[in-house]
């Protein structure tokens, strides 16, 4: 069982908040993720007092700006929203994630229908009003929508990230130092190698070289980074890459056999013929046979709990 604190949309749960007094239960959310999340389910439209059931709602572009209207009848909520959001927002500090209901004008990440006065669509490029809100607040935080969380990609990176950033958080609960930032840095080193090499060599030469700046100015840079690489998409290549230089610190352990079979396991899994489950499980055991401390410090060996099976299906 796991205490992150993960925010979602009050429909996932199955509960019954919809404008029409329905729900959209996700079982992954419920069934799986809730045995990991601590989940704090909002619904914007109900917490903002429009109540169940109300009139179904949608984005209109008029002439002051993008406003939160009825979708019959000229009814605006867009101030109720607002002030509601304000509120609310800041009791949200805490989250290491979240996970909205998608084509939701108030909980939507993208792709929301935006109208005009005469309520035409005139575009999808919206963004739910509490979505856009709570992304601007917290841009450090992963969020996603539920229905890309049935990619095994997306699903993977963002469980990956909410991982890491609750790591983040705690190290920041935990009291903020240069030494803790270098302990952070290098639990993370081999994930940010595979996620962008480029980020994981200015990172290091930051942490390396901290010079006389302020702490917090080191780290809110250095966060920032941080989360922008790990929401890049890992290669196959740059997966193999990170475990083949694993293999280099298991030398003095491996037996050429060994060496042989999880070297060709790295081969399949670049030819799309096994997940990457496989190499790593087998470097995961090397590693448990014959310890390797700075191995033992990588959070790339289990960024998350391997019963989530997550590297069976990438
Ligand atoms: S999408 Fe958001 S606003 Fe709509 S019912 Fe679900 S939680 Fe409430």
């Known amino acids: 069982m796991s205490n992150i604190p993960v925010g979602i949309s009050a429909c996932l749960l199955g509960n019954p908040v919809r404008h029409d007094g329905g729900h ?5 959310c419920t069934g799986v993720l809730s045995r990991y999340f601590e989940f704090r389910s909002i619904c914007p439209e109900l917490e903002a007092g429009l109540g169940v059931p109300r009139p179904t709602i949608h984005l209109r572009e008029l ?20 002030d509601w959001i304000e509120s609310r927002l800041p009791q949200l500090a805490d989250l290491r994630g979240y996970i909205l209901m998608a084509k939701s004008p108030s909980c939507g990440m993208e ?5 005009n006065e005469k309520g035409r669509v005139i ?33 993977e990176n963002f469980i990956e990230r909410v991982y890491a950033y609750d790591d983040w ?57 941080f989360m922008e690489a790990m929401s890049q998409k890992i290669h196959r290549g740059a997966h193999a890459n990170v475990m083949q230089h694993m293999m280099g610190f298991l030398r003095e352990s491996l ?11 790295i081969e399949a899994y670049l030819r799309e013929e096994v997940p990457l489950v496989v190499p790593m499980t087998l470097l995961r055991m090397a590693q448990r046979r014959e310890p390797v401390d700075y191995l033992a410090r990588q959070d790339y060996l289990s960024p998350y709990p391997e019963d989530l099976g997550l590297r069976n299906r990438v």
């Open 24 to 28: 959209k239960h996700s079982r992954f």
């Open 255 to 265: 037996s050429a056999s060994d060496r042989q079979v999880i070297g060709e396991q």
């Open 123 to 155: 575009h999808r490029e919206g963004r739910g009003l509490f979505a856009d809100a709570l992304m601007q607040a917290y841009p450090l935080l992963p969020v996603e929508e539920e229905g890309r969380l049935n990619d095994s990609h997306l699903r």
């Open 63 to 82: 002439d002051n700006g993008l406003r939160l209207t009825e979708s019959k009848g000229d009814a605006d909520h867009t101030d109720t929203m607002r």
């Open 111 to 115: 792709r929301i229908k935006v109208h």
């Open 169 to 225: 958080m705690r190290m920041q609960d935990e009291g903020l130092s240069r030494s803790a930032l270098v302990a952070f840095h290098t639990r993370h080193k081999f994930q940010l190698m595979a996620h962008c090499e480029k980020t994981y060599r200015i990172l290091g030469r930051q942490v390396a070289d901290q010079k006389s700046e302020p702490i917090e100015t080191v780290a809110n840079r250095y966060i920032r980074l």
